[in-house]
């Protein structure tokens, strides 16, 4: 801990930490809430399509490249969600 306030400070920091906490506890606030009101089919496609959305934004980052696991498992992921309809 002392590089980090050696080299960023205290106050950085507790800044840092509270966006993190108050960035996540809102994500999932609000996705609870979605969850409540939304029928349960609806909920299990969007809950199978998080690790869809989140290699896609891996692979939107430049120079990033997924895996051929990863890619094997998005299409194993968009398969399952298309049989599901």
Same mark, same amino acid.
């Given at each position: ?14 800044? =840092? ?10 994500? &999932?606030?609000?996705? &609870? ?19 869809? =959305? ?13 895996? =051929? ?12 969600? =298309?049989?599901?309809?």
């Amino acid at each position: 801990m002392s590089f980090l306030t050696a080299r960023l400070g205290l106050v950085q920091i507790c800044l =840092a930490g509270v966006l993190c906490v108050a960035t996540m506890a809102l994500a &999932y606030s609000l996705l &609870y809430a979605g969850l409540r009101t939304t029928r349960s089919s609806a909920a299990t496609v969007a809950s199978l399509m998080e690790p869809v =959305a989140a290699s896609v934004a891996a692979a939107a980052v430049p120079g990033e490249r997924l895996a =051929a696991p990863a890619v094997a498992g998005v299409v194993l992921i968009l398969v399952a969600v =298309a049989g599901l309809g």
